[in-house]
């Protein structure tokens, strides 16, 4: 594919082609909607490559088969979908303890349970918090664009090997499924290199073990410090998110993944009605912009989550506001995504029952 | 004088087994390790270790190893092989690990042919939990969980592992052997020299099941444990071949 070519492509196989530029050794997968494509465009190329492509017998098998060969420090990755990610959790919480590269695509649709293929964004809890156990941390990049989706899968890997972190590509179904003009270009990272871990064989220097956990209690403990620590890199390095317009804003819509369109798209709406509102929409999920949402809050704004769940992300917004401003939420569970006339009549019913405090001409 | 014994050197010199007295595991590694040594792998080996009684094998061992989840061993060797294909890779793991817990990577790592080796210890038990019934234990056999003993009715069948892989057509090679005597043990080394060769060859997935004591959870003295072995678990699970493709006639 020419890489200065703008060419019109669907979401999952604009993740899968970005995969293969990045590097991508190995893949393995197991079919689900909304991200089939994903496998069976790799199963057409990663052949012809030499690469590795193995249909696992199942999602448990396919996320610990990327983890032994991201021990070997080569890229691999796994794609799936909501309910199946579910069954990652056990290894994703390995893969943090032992601290391999992981790199898994979750194209999110309806929970809970079987749910449906309808788009939805209920995995942000998954993803952030993780339903694996002990303490760990995952990074999660949200992308909005099909052009994000290969931006972040080059991150992705990136990020994985720079950090011996897993990192979760979060895209939804809307995403998975859209086609859209983008431009793959170059991988833009440098090489990250493994070989001071490496499981390449005990050739000229002693034996590797990576694992997560040995009886020695200190040991135990001081490799969870140790993780955490690393995180805060991440974090302080990493962090990052976009904004729009949040410099004379009363109320900052925010949200994340695909819904990031329709927020950019009401602004411009409501901005034209007199009410001054900007958008912002973190980038990395995890680590999570508190510091910056922070600020905006110090400064007066009220912020209004619009989200395709429960309200997930809502609760990380209400917390790094910590009450300082006014924090409301707009959503629905799944499904038909919340359209540009929705989201800017709910934003008006909110102002007007906020007695018109910041409307300047409603 | 003539050193005629001593520790494999892809042993790690400062180790202690955290192996009960008395069990077939050490015997186990240790012919894992000669094996490693004879057929110059060291510089070469990766093992995908599991989650059981061998859980440590990494502080045994002066080779590369990653942990695999319980039961994800096969899944995690066939990454591991997957990226690496010129390393030798191996699994060792428990009957609770590779049959139970893990059946669906073990099969289906069979099934595609995956180029590594397979080592399965068979005790009839869930050793490292104190002895719980698992999927190879006898009818009849008591256990934590099987206080009255194994019985159809309530608790079905064991598994009889080496059959079933070798039915896999994956499988290059697939053997059952015990480690009670000096011919049984030198039978064992045998097979695992073969299931390391096959996976040399590239002829497939190779694997070796190998009845082992457990005298801490069956409650019994070593000798007692191997007597058992003998006389309760080969009639049950038979040794021998049941898949060789190098053999003359081929898939046998």
């Known amino acids: ?362 | 004088m003539q050193q005629v014994f001593s520790i494999p050197k892809c042993m790690k010199k400062d180790f202690r087994y955290t192996f009960c007295p008395g069990c077939d595991h050490g015997v186990a590694v240790r012919l894992v390790a000669e094996l490693i040594d004879e057929m110059n792998l060291q510089e070469k080996a990766i093992c995908s270790t599991c989650v059981g009684c061998s859980v440590f094998l990494y502080n045994f061992l002066d080779i590369d190893c990653v942990e695999a989840p319980h039961g994800r061993a096969c899944a995690s060797a066939t990454g591991v092989k997957r990226a690496q294909p010129d390393k030798f890779v191996f699994t060792y793991q428990g009957d609770g690990d590779f049959a139970s817990i893990g059946l669906a990577e073990s099969m289906h790592a069979a099934l595609r042919g995956e180029k590594f080796s397979a080592i399965c210890i068979n005790n009839t038990t869930y050793g490292m939990t104190g002895g719980q019934m698992g999927p190879t234990s006898l009818m009849g056999q008591k256990t934590t969980t099987s206080p009255n003993g194994r019985n159809a009715d309530y608790y079905g069948y064991p598994i009889k592992i080496a059959e079933h892989i070798a039915q896999c057509d994956g499988t290059a090679y697939s053997a059952r052997v015990a480690l009670d005597t000096i011919p049984h043990i030198n039978q064992a080394k045998k097979a695992l020299q073969k299931a390391f060769e096959v996976q040399q060859q590239g002829l497939g997935f190779g694997f070796v099941e190998i009845l082992s004591s457990c005298p801490t959870n069956w409650k019994m003295s070593p000798e007692e444990a191997h007597q058992r072995v003998r006389e309760e678990m080969i009639p049950v699970f038979p040794l021998g071949v049941f898949k060789d493709v190098t053999a003359e006639g081929g898939n046998k």
């Open chain 1, 1 to 362: 594919m020419n890489n200065k070519e703008k060419v019109l492509i669907k979401g999952n196989y604009a993740i899968a082609q970005a995969a293969v530029n990045a590097g991508l050794q190995c893949y393995f997968g197991y079919p689900i909607t909304p991200q089939t494509e994903i496998g069976e465009y790799l199963s057409g190329v990663m052949p012809d490559l030499g690469r590795a492509y193995v249909c696992a017998e199942s999602e448990l098998a396919a996320i610990n088969m990327v983890l032994g060969a991201v021990s070997t420090g080569v890229r691999a990755m796994t794609t799936s979908s909501s309910c199946a990610v579910a069954l990652m959790q056990e290894a994703l919480s390995y893969a943090c303890g032992d601290e391999l590269p992981v790199v898994l695509v979750n194209v999110m649709r309806a929970g809970p349970g079987l749910g449906y293929i309808y788009p939805a964004q209920g995995d942000y809890n998954q993803s952030v918090y993780g339903g694996g156990n002990g303490d760990y941390k995952i990074i999660v990049l949200a992308p909005s664009t099909v052009q994000e989706c290969i931006d972040y899968t080059y991150r992705a890997f990136y990020l994985a090997q720079k950090y011996r972190n897993p990192v979760i590509l979060l895209a939804d179904g809307l995403l998975g499924q859209m086609m859209e003009p983008a431009c793959f270009g170059e991988n833009p990272y440098p090489e990250v290199d493994v070989s001071s871990w490496a499981l390449t064989g005990a050739k000229n220097r002693d034996g590797r073990a990576i694992y997560s956990v040995g009886p020695d209690e200190k040991k135990q403990i001081q490799h969870i410090y140790n993780l955490f620590e690393k995180f805060e890199v991440i974090k302080k390095n990493e962090t990052s998110f976009e904004e729009f317009e949040t410099e004379d804003a009363d109320i900052i819509l925010t949200a994340f993944g695909s819904m990031t369109r329709n927020i950019k798209a009401s602004m411009k709406v409501l901005r034209k009605k007199g009410i001054k509102v900007g958008c912002f929409r973190p980038i990395t999920l995890s680590p999570f912009p508190h510091d910056r949402i922070s600020e905006l809050a110090n400064k007066g704004k009220d912020f209004i989550v619009v989200e395709m769940n429960m309200g997930q992300m809502y609760k990380d917004i209400k917390y790094a506001v910590e009450g300082k401003t006014k924090v409301d939420l707009i959503n629905r569970p799944c499904g038909e995504w919340l359209s540009v006339e929705e989201i800017v009549s709910s934003v008006e019913k909110i102002v007007t029952e906020r007695g018109l405090a910041y409307a300047t001409s409603v």
